[in-house]
């Protein structure tokens, strides 16, 4: 029921004298919460309301002095205090987007990671949030408001992928309209080959893919040339022996249970509970062949996973079945010591699936949902996998040569406990001066810790301006967003803008001033 502004005042009135309470939310004008929540006795007011206006116009009586119908109030004076409340508060006309019914769904996704700066998204780069939230506005299934700010439509993530890894089973959550007959297709559609979603579930209004998530499952696909013992030559044509596979299964076994994975990780300390990770299951899998390379891959299942802790998993399991570390040196690494730990490459790391068991128990017979088990989408993904994920990885490596050349930085490492500054500097280091300022101290911290391993996360990331997304102006005026760093802002030492590095700049003098 259309409702002009003199009516709303009227309706507001009557609310007012009879102490109504009104609730009004952004997706809804201000009239339309009276006629849903006091429809009928309001539409009963307002056809005799409009009776007797209509009644004492034809009559030419004014409305407050005579005729029939109810009795009203006299209209508010339009004082400047008045008008401007209306002002603030004005009749929004409904639209279709604005009366769409949303709920809560899980979307599955595949990915190849590759050229995209991991799957959280992060404004000005590549990523794969970044391109799903474009393709859901360009569906007309969210607003432009809802692709600043996610968390209007409850927009959650599963799990954060890093930089260049891949995912074959992707969960994210968000509230969609329920009106869209085929909503995968309607996604897909704008969307890049790299990226699919596989499959839609309507699930219960307070899910959230991350929360819910009791495990989650990661691959790592890697050449058996890298367990070569050293005293054999790494090469491509490298074939692994069934004494060296039972060694990899039985090295892998050990991170099985809970341990404190400090040294797996950047910037995270031994006190803190969360470095204390439960891994569920490891196992590494049969050998095969492709492109004239023998490959294997190893699958662990945990309940969640710290930044790099599984690339640093198998890179110090590498180091020890090429005899570069001992076999103790994983127990070690759970110490409360600083253990250097080599970080194996990304481009062999997959999210395969997250675990949603519990919700699946609880839900997934009630006769209402559905449980995310995504049976019928194994046959896509697995092709979806075979054509951008495993050939990704396969090419890039053959091409690339990744863990070949990480292979040869292997002795560089010490596999030992090492000294990290702290506050209580030896007299050297201090230079046994009674008046350096705490700037000073600091800068001395900073430049010792360079070469630490809690640095080695920043450092290999190399040049992110491949990822970057440089604003371009059309000739028409328009500004676009293009991934080239060919024509974008001026780019200074290592990679890095004459705006990020004043930023960088000002960022670390504050934190050497700490």
Not at 328 to 337: C, Q
């Amino acid at each position: 029921m259309a409702v002009n502004i003199g009516e709303r005042i009227w309706l507001q009135h009557l609310l007012a004298k009879y102490n109504f309470i009104t609730k009004v939310t952004h997706y809804s004008p201000t009239w339309l919460p009276v006629t849903r929540f006091c429809t009928f006795g309001l539409q009963q007011l307002l056809t005799s309301y409009r009776m007797e206006v209509k009644s004492d116009s034809s009559s030419g009586t004014p409305p407050e002095q005579g005729g029939a119908g109810i009795k009203r109030p006299l209209e508010p004076k339009m004082t400047e205090e008045y008008v401007k409340r209306i002002q603030l508060d004005p009749v929004v006309e409904e639209s279709d987007s604005v009366r769409r019914k949303r709920r809560k769904y899980a979307l599955l996704l595949s990915y190849s990671g590759k050229g995209y700066l991991g799957m959280q998204r992060n404004h000005g780069f590549r990523t794969i949030e970044g391109d799903l939230l474009d393709a859901m506005v360009h569906a007309n299934l969210m607003t432009e408001e809802g692709l600043q700010c996610p968390q209007m439509f409850q927009f959650q993530r599963a799990a954060r992928t890093d930089k260049g890894v891949s995912a074959a089973r992707q969960v994210v959550s968000v509230k969609l309209p329920d009106d869209v007959a085929d909503m995968v297709n309607e996604i897909n559609k704008h969307l890049c080959d790299q990226i699919r979603v596989m499959a839609v579930r309507r699930t219960t209004k307070g899910f959230n893919c991350k929360t819910w998530c009791d495990s989650r499952t990661y691959s790592y696909m890697c050449p058996t040339f890298a367990f070569a013992p050293l005293e054999e030559m790494t090469k491509e044509d490298y074939r692994i022996t069934p004494d060296v596979l039972e060694k990899i299964r039985s090295t892998v076994k050990v991170y099985k249970g809970t341990h404190n994975f400090h040294n797996f990780t950047a910037r995270k300390k031994f006190q803190e509970d969360s470095a204390k990770r439960y891994i569920i299951d490891i196992e590494c899998g049969d050998p095969f062949e492709r492109e004239s390379v023998e490959w294997v891959i190893i699958r662990i299942k945990g309940q969640s996973f710290m930044l790099h802790q599984i690339r640093k998993m198998v890179g110090l399991a590498i180091a020890v079945l090429r005899g570069l570390a001992s076999p103790d040196v994983i127990s070690k690494a759970w110490g409360k010591d600083r253990v250097d730990v080599p970080i194996a490459p990304s481009l062999g790391l997959v999210l395969e699936e997250p675990h949603y068991d519990k919700y699946n128990l609880r839900y997934g017979s009630d006769g209402i949902h559905e449980a995310l088990t995504w049976d019928e989408a194994t046959k896509k993904i697995q092709e979806f996998r075979e054509k951008y994920i495993d050939s990704t990885i396969i090419n890039t490596e053959i091409q690339e040569k990744s863990m070949l050349k990480w292979l040869e930085t292997l002795p560089l490492h010490t596999y030992d406990v090492r000294e990290i500054p702290g506050d209580d500097l030896t007299e050297s280091q201090s230079h046994r001066s009674s008046t350096r300022s705490a700037f000073g101290r600091a800068r001395v911290r900073l430049n010792m810790s360079q070469n630490s391993d809690d640095e080695e996360a920043d450092d290999e990331d190399g040049d992110l301006d491949q990822y970057r997304i440089f604003p371009q102006k059309k000739d028409d005026g328009k500004v676009i967003m293009k991934n080239d760093a060919s024509n974008g802002d001026e780019v200074g030492v290592n990679g890095v803008s004459g705006k990020d590095k004043t930023a960088v700049e000002t960022d670390t003098t504050a934190s050497m001033k700490e």
